[in-house]
């Protein structure tokens, strides 16, 4: 294990691979990325894999859309397949409270870039017979949203990274944090000490414990999420297809073309909690079968679970924090960095190496729930 690195990046998922990533490409390989587990261990390797710009708030609206931008070019730049597809998403309504809703997003997503666009009942029937629209009013679409496969991207940036020269300790568990006066002045792992001036808590749902080993708290708070897989069927879904008022969200898989899926639970008590259960299955099929009706008859192959870290308004905390330096956040994606990963990584890599970012992600900083500058993200799955 090296004994010192310019930076220290603690967490192995999509946030801190993209991180190193860019920091790589800006030229400034002394990177070391530590995960205590296998890479893409709490979320990255669980989740279902889509890849959205339908947001109801700017800045995670611009972070999706130039990350889109990236994520269409990206598995060329990594030279390893991650089968993104742009096939879209399809948020649907079931009430007049919802299509208000979604209409207004409509407007801001517009407004910012974003092609999404609304689709009454009878379109939507038309362009997927087999969705139900007896109850479906209608929805927005977006035919520039897609879906990838999230361990591949994940074996990508690690592959590439390495070949960069980026070091990355997978199974090493950081064990606490050396700070001197607000100063970070190393990582200590049960490997061994890691000298370094710069930390990156790109930790997921675990960035709560990271922070509180230099002296920072966290609102942030894990949640299990459950997820299954059906048997592997012909290719018909193209589009993602999600509900806000259900929580749900169901897709095919590409090239598997398996149906995968989950649901949020109301019911859900915070913790780390990764087991699956039976009474997912339940929830989740019942609501399935009433978008989908013809996959009654569809076996569930597989099921699993994973976490999301999230935050008071579901938006991510980005950037320093006051009162230390160099104590660099990335997390409190609740559910959604694999999305906007790509814009993100660069942005705090420029923070690193520049200062600055070129976009402005000070509205994301941890501060603003100090200052009650809090504006909550309302399309959040589950």
């Given at each position: 294990?090296?004994?010192?690195?310019?930076?220290?990046?603690?967490?192995?998922?999509?946030?801190?691979?993209?991180?190193?990533?860019?920091?790589?490409?800006?030229?400034?390989?002394?990177?070391?990325?530590?995960?205590?587990r296998y890479?893409g261990?709490?979320?990255?390797?669980?989740?279902?894999?889509?890849?959205?710009?339908?947001?109801?708030?700017?800045?995670?609206?611009?972070?999706?859309?130039?990350?889109?931008?990236?994520?269409?070019?990206?598995?060329?730049?990594?030279?390893?397949?991650?089968?993104?597809?742009?096939?879209?998403?399809?948020?649907?309504?079931?009430?007049?409270?919802?299509?208000?809703?979604?209409?207004?997003?409509?407007?801001?997503?517009?407004?910012?870039?974003?092609?999404?666009?609304?689709?009454?009942?009878?379109?939507?029937?038309?362009?997927?017979?087999?969705?139900?629209?007896?109850?479906?009013?209608?929805?927005?679409?977006?035919?520039?949203?897609?879906?990838?496969?999230?361990?591949?991207?994940?074996?990508?940036?690690?592959?590439k990274?390495?070949?960069?020269g980026?070091?990355?300790y997978?199974?090493?568990?950081?064990?606490?944090?050396?700070?001197?006066?607000?100063?970070?002045?190393g990582?200590?792992?049960?490997?061994?000490?890691?000298?370094?001036?710069?930390l990156?808590?790109?930790?997921?749902?675990?960035?709560?414990?990271?922070?509180?080993?230099?002296?920072?708290?966290?609102?942030?708070?894990?949640?299990?999420?459950?997820i299954a897989?059906?048997?592997?069927?012909?290719y018909?879904?193209?589009?993602?297809?999600?509900?806000?008022r259900?929580?749900?969200?169901f897709?095919?898989?590409?090239?598997?073309?398996?149906?995968?899926?989950?649901?949020?639970?109301?019911?859900?008590?915070?913790?780390y909690?990764?087991?699956?259960?039976?009474?997912?299955?339940?929830?989740?099929?019942k609501?399935?079968?009433?978008?989908?009706?013809?996959?009654?008859?569809?076996?569930?192959?597989?099921?699993?679970?994973?976490?999301?870290d999230?935050?008071?308004?579901a938006?991510?905390?980005?950037?320093?924090v006051?009162?230390?330096?160099?104590?660099?956040?990335?997390h409190?994606?609740?559910?959604?960095?694999?999305?906007?990963?790509?814009?993100?990584?660069?942005?705090?890599?420029?923070?690193?190496?520049?200062?600055?970012?070129?976009?402005?992600?000070?509205?994301?900083?941890?501060?603003?729930?100090?200052?009650?500058?809090?504006?909550?993200?309302?399309?959040?799955?589950?």
């Open positions: 294990m090296k004994r010192s690195a310019e930076v220290v990046i603690v967490g192995g998922g999509i946030s801190g691979l993209t991180i190193a990533y860019h920091l790589a490409k800006m030229g400034h390989t002394d990177v070391v990325v530590v995960e205590r890479l261990y709490g979320a990255t390797g669980r989740c279902g894999g889509g890849i959205r710009q339908q947001w109801s708030t700017e800045e995670n609206i611009v972070l999706a859309r130039e990350s889109v931008r990236m994520w269409e070019r990206l598995e060329e730049e990594l030279g390893y397949p991650i089968y993104y597809r742009q096939g879209g998403y399809l948020v649907t309504a079931t009430t007049e409270e919802e299509v208000r809703d979604i209409k207004r997003n409509i407007k801001l997503q517009n407004s910012l870039g974003v092609p999404s666009r609304w689709m009454e009942a009878d379109e939507i029937k038309e362009e997927w017979p087999w969705i139900n629209t007896d109850f479906v009013i209608g929805g927005s679409f977006c035919p520039t949203d897609g879906k990838v496969m999230p361990p591949r991207v994940v074996w990508a940036y690690a592959r990274l390495r070949e960069m980026v070091r990355i997978d199974f090493t568990e950081v064990r606490g944090v050396k700070v001197e006066e607000g100063k970070i002045r990582v200590i792992t049960d490997k061994g000490e890691i000298e370094t001036g710069i990156v808590n790109a930790a997921g749902a675990w960035s709560r414990e990271i922070a509180r080993m230099v002296g920072v708290e966290l609102p942030n708070t894990p949640y299990r999420h459950e897989v059906t048997e592997p069927l012909k018909f879904l193209e589009p993602m297809v999600i509900n806000f259900y929580g749900i969200y897709t095919q898989t590409w090239p598997r073309t398996e149906i995968v899926g989950g649901i949020g639970n109301p019911e859900e008590k915070p913790g909690n990764m087991r699956a259960s039976p009474g997912f299955l339940n929830m989740y099929t609501v399935l079968i009433r978008f989908m009706p013809c996959l009654r008859h569809v076996k569930i192959e597989r099921q699993w679970a994973g976490l999301y999230v935050t008071p308004d938006r991510p905390i980005l950037g320093d006051d009162g230390y330096d160099r104590f660099i956040q990335a409190g994606y609740s559910g959604h960095g694999l999305m906007i990963s790509p814009m993100v990584g660069k942005l705090i890599a420029e923070l690193i190496v520049d200062g600055k970012t070129s976009l402005p992600i000070d509205s994301l900083n941890l501060r603003r729930f100090e200052e009650g500058k809090v504006i909550r993200e309302a399309n959040v799955v589950g």
